[in-house]
Protein backbone atom coordinates (compact mmCIF):
# COMPACT_ATOMS: atom_id res chain seq x y z
CA UNK A 1 0.00 0.00 0.00
CA UNK A 2 2.62 2.51 1.01
CA UNK A 3 4.06 1.42 -2.43
CA UNK A 4 1.02 2.34 -4.30
CA UNK A 5 0.42 5.71 -2.42
CA UNK A 6 4.43 6.65 -3.04
CA UNK A 7 4.08 5.99 -6.54
CA UNK A 8 1.12 7.63 -6.83
CA UNK A 9 2.48 10.70 -5.02
CA UNK A 10 5.37 11.18 -7.05
CA UNK A 11 3.16 11.95 -10.27
CA UNK A 12 1.63 14.87 -8.89
CA UNK A 13 2.34 18.16 -9.36
CA UNK A 14 1.93 19.06 -5.58
CA UNK A 15 -0.09 18.04 -2.33
CA UNK A 16 -3.15 20.56 -2.49
CA UNK A 17 -6.71 19.24 -2.86
CA UNK A 18 -6.83 19.80 -6.71
CA UNK A 19 -3.09 17.94 -6.56
CA UNK A 20 -4.40 15.26 -4.90
CA UNK A 21 -7.40 15.04 -7.73
CA UNK A 22 -4.95 14.71 -10.72
CA UNK A 23 -3.75 11.84 -10.47
CA UNK A 24 -7.22 10.23 -10.03
CA UNK A 25 -9.90 10.01 -13.03
CA UNK A 26 -12.84 11.31 -11.05
CA UNK A 27 -14.57 13.89 -9.33
CA UNK A 28 -14.60 15.44 -5.76
CA UNK A 29 -17.93 16.57 -4.20
CA UNK A 30 -18.20 18.24 -0.46
CA UNK A 31 -21.27 17.55 1.07
CA UNK A 32 -23.11 16.79 4.49
CA UNK A 33 -22.83 13.06 5.06
CA UNK A 34 -23.79 12.62 8.61
CA UNK A 35 -21.34 10.48 11.21
CA UNK A 36 -19.27 9.14 7.77
CA UNK A 37 -16.31 11.11 6.57
CA UNK A 38 -16.53 10.36 2.71
CA UNK A 39 -16.47 7.52 0.46
CA UNK A 40 -15.63 6.34 -3.12
CA UNK A 41 -17.48 5.36 -5.52
CA UNK A 42 -15.62 3.31 -8.25
CA UNK A 43 -18.98 2.88 -10.76
CA UNK A 44 -19.24 6.59 -10.39
CA UNK A 45 -15.92 7.84 -10.35
CA UNK A 46 -16.60 10.25 -7.34
CA UNK A 47 -14.87 10.49 -4.03
CA UNK A 48 -17.34 12.48 -1.61
CA UNK A 49 -16.33 14.15 1.23
CA UNK A 50 -18.53 15.63 4.57
CA UNK A 51 -18.73 18.97 3.99
CA UNK A 52 -19.04 19.57 7.50
CA UNK A 53 -15.96 18.11 9.18
CA UNK A 54 -12.61 19.56 10.14
CA UNK A 55 -10.50 21.02 6.99
CA UNK A 56 -7.46 18.88 8.15
CA UNK A 57 -10.52 15.78 8.54
CA UNK A 58 -11.49 16.33 5.18
CA UNK A 59 -7.83 16.47 3.84
CA UNK A 60 -6.80 13.01 5.36
CA UNK A 61 -10.34 11.38 4.19
CA UNK A 62 -9.49 12.87 1.03
CA UNK A 63 -6.07 10.83 0.66
CA UNK A 64 -8.20 7.76 2.33
CA UNK A 65 -10.54 7.40 -0.37
CA UNK A 66 -7.41 8.07 -2.87
CA UNK A 67 -6.09 5.27 -1.17
CA UNK A 68 -9.45 3.12 -1.55
CA UNK A 69 -9.20 3.67 -5.38
CA UNK A 70 -5.29 2.89 -5.89
CA UNK A 71 -6.32 -0.59 -3.84
CA UNK A 72 -9.42 -1.17 -6.08
CA UNK A 73 -6.94 -0.76 -9.35
CA UNK A 74 -4.36 -3.31 -7.56
CA UNK A 75 -5.76 -6.97 -8.82
CA UNK A 76 -3.16 -8.50 -7.14
CA UNK A 77 -3.23 -6.81 -3.67
CA UNK A 78 -6.93 -7.35 -4.25
CA UNK A 79 -6.60 -10.60 -4.81
CA UNK A 80 -4.23 -11.56 -1.77
CA UNK A 81 -6.42 -9.61 0.43
CA UNK A 82 -9.56 -12.04 -0.56
CA UNK A 83 -7.19 -15.10 -0.18
CA UNK A 84 -6.49 -14.33 3.14
CA UNK A 85 -9.99 -12.51 4.95
CA UNK A 86 -13.12 -12.43 4.23
CA UNK A 87 -16.22 -10.55 5.95
CA UNK A 88 -15.79 -8.16 8.46
CA UNK A 89 -12.13 -9.06 8.92
CA UNK A 90 -11.27 -8.35 5.67
CA UNK A 91 -13.27 -5.11 5.52
CA UNK A 92 -11.01 -3.92 9.01
CA UNK A 93 -7.95 -5.22 6.94
CA UNK A 94 -8.95 -2.80 3.67
CA UNK A 95 -9.85 0.54 6.42
CA UNK A 96 -6.01 -0.05 8.06
CA UNK A 97 -4.51 -0.35 4.67
CA UNK A 98 -6.11 3.03 3.26
CA UNK A 99 -5.19 4.73 5.97
CA UNK A 100 -1.50 3.69 5.48
CA UNK A 101 -2.30 4.78 2.11
CA UNK A 102 -3.44 8.08 2.69
CA UNK A 103 -0.18 8.73 5.78
CA UNK A 104 2.00 8.02 2.94
CA UNK A 105 0.74 10.40 0.07
CA UNK A 106 0.03 13.22 3.06
CA UNK A 107 3.43 12.62 5.03
CA UNK A 108 5.49 11.06 2.44
CA UNK A 109 9.01 9.57 4.04
CA UNK A 110 11.08 12.15 2.52
CA UNK A 111 9.14 15.52 4.58
CA UNK A 112 9.21 12.68 7.48
CA UNK A 113 13.12 12.84 7.18
CA UNK A 114 13.84 16.13 6.72
CA UNK A 115 11.73 17.25 9.48
CA UNK A 116 13.84 14.80 12.16
CA UNK A 117 16.67 15.66 10.49
CA UNK A 118 15.78 19.23 11.14
CA UNK A 119 14.15 19.17 14.85
CA UNK A 120 14.74 15.68 16.18
CA UNK A 121 12.30 12.94 17.12
CA UNK A 122 10.76 15.99 19.35
CA UNK A 123 7.39 17.53 20.21
CA UNK A 124 7.99 20.65 18.05
CA UNK A 125 9.10 17.71 15.11
CA UNK A 126 6.00 16.79 15.52
CA UNK A 127 4.33 20.10 15.26
CA UNK A 128 6.03 20.88 12.19
CA UNK A 129 5.14 17.83 10.40
CA UNK A 130 1.75 18.23 11.14
CA UNK A 131 1.68 22.20 9.96
CA UNK A 132 3.51 21.24 6.60
CA UNK A 133 1.76 18.26 6.02
CA UNK A 134 -2.21 19.82 6.84
CA UNK A 135 -2.64 17.06 8.88
CA UNK A 136 -4.23 16.78 12.27
CA UNK A 137 -1.62 16.18 15.10
CA UNK A 138 -2.99 12.58 15.79
CA UNK A 139 -1.92 11.82 12.41
CA UNK A 140 1.26 13.07 11.97
CA UNK A 141 1.77 11.41 15.78
CA UNK A 142 1.51 7.53 13.99
CA UNK A 143 3.38 8.76 11.23
CA UNK A 144 6.47 10.12 12.69
CA UNK A 145 6.65 7.36 15.29
CA UNK A 146 6.86 4.90 12.19
CA UNK A 147 9.71 6.71 11.11
CA UNK A 148 11.42 6.94 14.51
CA UNK A 149 14.59 5.12 14.91
CA UNK A 150 15.29 6.26 19.12
CA UNK A 151 12.99 4.64 21.92
CA UNK A 152 10.68 7.65 21.73
CA UNK A 153 7.13 7.83 22.99
CA UNK A 154 5.63 10.74 21.40
CA UNK A 155 1.81 12.29 22.55
CA UNK A 156 -1.04 14.98 21.90
CA UNK A 157 -2.45 16.23 25.54
CA UNK A 158 -5.02 18.92 25.60
CA UNK A 159 -7.44 20.26 28.11
CA UNK A 160 -10.53 18.35 28.69
CA UNK A 161 -13.81 18.55 30.69
CA UNK A 162 -13.71 15.66 33.33
CA UNK A 163 -17.17 14.37 34.43
CA UNK A 164 -17.37 12.69 38.23
CA UNK A 165 -19.45 9.82 38.83
CA UNK A 166 -23.19 10.53 38.10
CA UNK A 167 -22.52 13.86 36.83
CA UNK A 168 -24.23 14.72 33.94
CA UNK A 169 -22.36 17.99 32.79
CA UNK A 170 -18.26 17.63 33.49
CA UNK A 171 -17.16 20.99 35.35
CA UNK A 172 -13.29 20.00 36.14
CA UNK A 173 -11.01 20.82 33.51
CA UNK A 174 -7.53 18.76 32.98
CA UNK A 175 -4.84 18.57 31.09
CA UNK A 176 -5.24 14.90 29.43
CA UNK A 177 -3.56 12.98 27.03
CA UNK A 178 -5.25 12.79 23.28
CA UNK A 179 -3.42 10.35 21.51
CA UNK A 180 -0.04 8.44 21.62
CA UNK A 181 2.18 6.39 20.14
CA UNK A 182 5.82 4.73 20.05
CA UNK A 183 8.42 4.41 17.69
CA UNK A 184 8.77 0.74 16.57
CA UNK A 185 9.94 -1.74 19.30
CA UNK A 186 8.78 0.51 22.29
CA UNK A 187 5.60 -1.31 24.11
CA UNK A 188 4.23 1.39 25.93
CA UNK A 189 1.45 4.08 24.95
CA UNK A 190 -0.51 6.53 27.39
CA UNK A 191 -3.76 5.64 27.37
CA UNK A 192 -6.14 8.60 26.24
CA UNK A 193 -7.41 10.25 29.30
CA UNK A 194 -4.52 9.99 30.86
CA UNK A 195 -4.13 13.25 33.06
CA UNK A 196 -0.86 14.99 33.04
CA UNK A 197 0.23 16.47 36.50
CA UNK A 198 0.07 19.98 37.21
CA UNK A 199 3.87 20.24 37.66
CA UNK A 200 4.66 17.98 34.82
CA UNK A 201 6.97 19.90 32.00
CA UNK A 202 4.09 19.34 29.74
CA UNK A 203 1.80 21.15 32.46
CA UNK A 204 4.23 23.91 32.74
CA UNK A 205 4.55 24.15 29.08
CA UNK A 206 0.92 24.80 28.82
CA UNK A 207 0.48 27.04 31.22
CA UNK A 208 3.85 29.48 30.33
CA UNK A 209 3.30 29.22 26.37
CA UNK A 210 6.92 28.10 26.22
CA UNK A 211 8.42 24.62 24.85
CA UNK A 212 10.32 22.78 27.89
CA UNK A 213 12.88 20.29 26.90
CA UNK A 214 14.36 18.45 30.26
CA UNK A 215 14.54 15.34 32.35
CA UNK A 216 11.27 13.99 33.78
CA UNK A 217 9.33 11.28 33.68
CA UNK A 218 6.29 9.44 31.31
CA UNK A 219 3.22 9.70 33.74
CA UNK A 220 1.60 6.53 33.36
CA UNK A 221 -1.89 6.67 34.25
CA UNK A 222 -1.33 3.84 37.01
CA UNK A 223 1.05 6.49 38.78
CA UNK A 224 3.92 4.65 37.57
CA UNK A 225 6.84 7.12 36.82
CA UNK A 226 9.27 6.05 33.54
CA UNK A 227 12.34 8.02 33.05
CA UNK A 228 12.27 10.14 30.20
CA UNK A 229 13.78 12.95 28.36
CA UNK A 230 10.62 15.19 27.42
CA UNK A 231 9.91 18.08 25.06
CA UNK A 232 7.02 19.33 25.39
CA UNK A 233 5.82 21.91 22.71
CA UNK A 234 2.74 24.12 23.32
CA UNK A 235 0.69 24.84 20.54
CA UNK A 236 -2.96 26.82 20.90
CA UNK A 237 -4.67 24.86 23.53
CA UNK A 238 -2.52 21.80 23.25
CA UNK A 239 1.01 20.71 23.58
CA UNK A 240 2.51 18.15 21.89
CA UNK A 241 4.98 16.11 23.39
CA UNK A 242 7.91 13.46 22.89
CA UNK A 243 8.81 11.09 25.48
CA UNK A 244 12.89 10.02 24.81
CA UNK A 245 13.06 6.82 26.94
CA UNK A 246 16.06 6.72 29.20
CA UNK A 247 18.35 3.11 28.35
CA UNK A 248 16.71 1.04 30.97
CA UNK A 249 13.07 2.66 30.37
CA UNK A 250 13.61 1.61 26.95
CA UNK A 251 14.55 -1.92 27.65
CA UNK A 252 12.00 -2.32 30.10
CA UNK A 253 10.73 -5.34 32.74
CA UNK A 254 7.75 -6.77 33.41
CA UNK A 255 6.12 -4.18 35.81
CA UNK A 256 6.19 -2.06 33.04
CA UNK A 257 3.19 -0.96 31.14
CA UNK A 258 2.70 -1.87 27.87
CA UNK A 259 0.82 -0.84 24.99
CA UNK A 260 -3.11 -1.17 25.21
Known amino acids: MRELAAAYVQGLPGLDTHSLMSGLDATLTFLPMGDRDGAYDPEHRVVLINSRVRPE???FTLAHEISHALLLGDD?????LHDAYEGERLEQVIETLCNIGAAAILMPEALIDEVVSRFGPSGRALAELARRADVSASSALYALAERTTAPVLYAVC???????????RPSDKALTVRASGGAPGVKYSL???TRIP???????????HLPMTQESYV???????????????PERQRVLVSFALMPRAARGSEDDEPVT
Open 57 to 59: RQR
Open 76 to 80: DLLSD
Open 158 to 168: AVTRLAEPGEE
Open 191 to 193: RPG
Open 198 to 208: DDHPVAVALET
Open 219 to 233: PFRSGRRMPAYVDAF
